[in-house]
């Protein structure tokens, strides 16, 4: 067996990210050659993987950001199993270069993010072999884009919460995209309005609006005319607290979002926005 150095190890682990002992192992068994060495510890992170499919990985980094002239915006999530790794700055630095990998190549979906690359490798590749180096699950389970004429993103602290929204004009303050997509991080909004709520979602909270006011004693002996109108009112009251431009202004609870941003300027329509939290 040849004799592994300090420097010998330390090499590999700033090719790899891997840990110093698995480095010097990886060395050990394939006799100083690098390329083998740097091959079995991918191997090792496949292996890991493998044995952990089965493990919650709720854990992770949210992360969102825009391009230079922020007419595009990614948000990506990378998952891990606990918080402790997810706080690692390794890790977030890792989540942040798929990110980036996003913003500069604009993928259609998640399993085109997948498939793009980092240095010579496939992001779908590269995750698997840091399973082995953190020993924990791990994915990128979600993206989502936002293009538009000004996109703004909020990361809340801590990394488990981000948003993206789109506007359909530049703004003359970005402060005005941070104040909704900040109403978009708190208030969660199924729609930007009442007509982009889709269709099933309209039809599920007609249902339950139906039944609600059916079940309500104050309610028996009412005609179904009656019924179905008193339920269409607890449905305007769904859209009203749940669609993005008719939600209470979380800064000014005396105007909906819709109202501050024509106070701005009549024209400037939010264009749509993407939200994803962990632990939710």
């Known amino acids: 067996m040849a004799q592994i150095t300090a420097a010998e190890v330390n090499k590999l682990r700033q090719m790899t990210g891997a840990g110093m002992m698995d480095c010097k192992k990886a060395l050990e068994e394939a006799n100083g050659d690098y390329e083998k060495a740097n091959e079995i510890i991918r ?15 709720t854990e992770g980094a949210v992360l969102a950001k825009t391009n230079a002239d922020s007419t595009f915006g990614a948000l990506s999530v990378l998952s891990c199993e606990t ?40 992001i779908s590749d590269v995750v698997t072999e840091r399973v082995g180096i953190i020993g924990e699950k791990s994915d990128v389970i979600f993206y989502a884009k936002i293009e538009a004429a000004q996109v703004v993103a909020y990361i809340h602290p801590g990394n488990k919460l981000a948003t993206l929204v789109g506007f359909s004009k530049k703004l003359s303050d970005v402060q005005i995209g941070k104040d909704v997509a900040m109403q978009i991080a708190a208030m969660n909004p199924v729609a930007v309005d009442k007509e982009s709520v889709p269709a099933a979602t309209v039809a599920k909270e007609r249902d339950i609006a139906v ?14 005319n009656i019924i179905e109108k008193i339920a269409e009112g607890k449905l305007e009251k769904f859209f009203k607290e749940n669609t993005l431009v008719n939600q209470e202004f979380i800064k000014d609870s005396k105007s909906t979002v819709g109202q501050y941003l024509a106070s701005i300027d009549k024209d400037l329509k939010i264009t749509g926005f993407a939200r994803y939290t962990l632990n939710a």
């Open 43 to 57: 191997k090792k992170g496949q292996l890991v993987a493998a044995k952990r499919a089965d493990r919650e990985a």
């Open 83 to 122: 918080d402790f790794v997810a706080k690692n700055d390794q890790f977030v630095q890792f989540a942040t270069s798929i990110l980036n990998a996003a913003i500069e190549n604009k993928p259609a979906d998640l399993a085109a993010l997948k498939q793009l690359k980092l240095g010579n490798q496939l």
């Open 211 to 224: 039944e609600q006011t059916r079940l309500d004693k104050k309610n028996e002996g009412k005609p179904a």
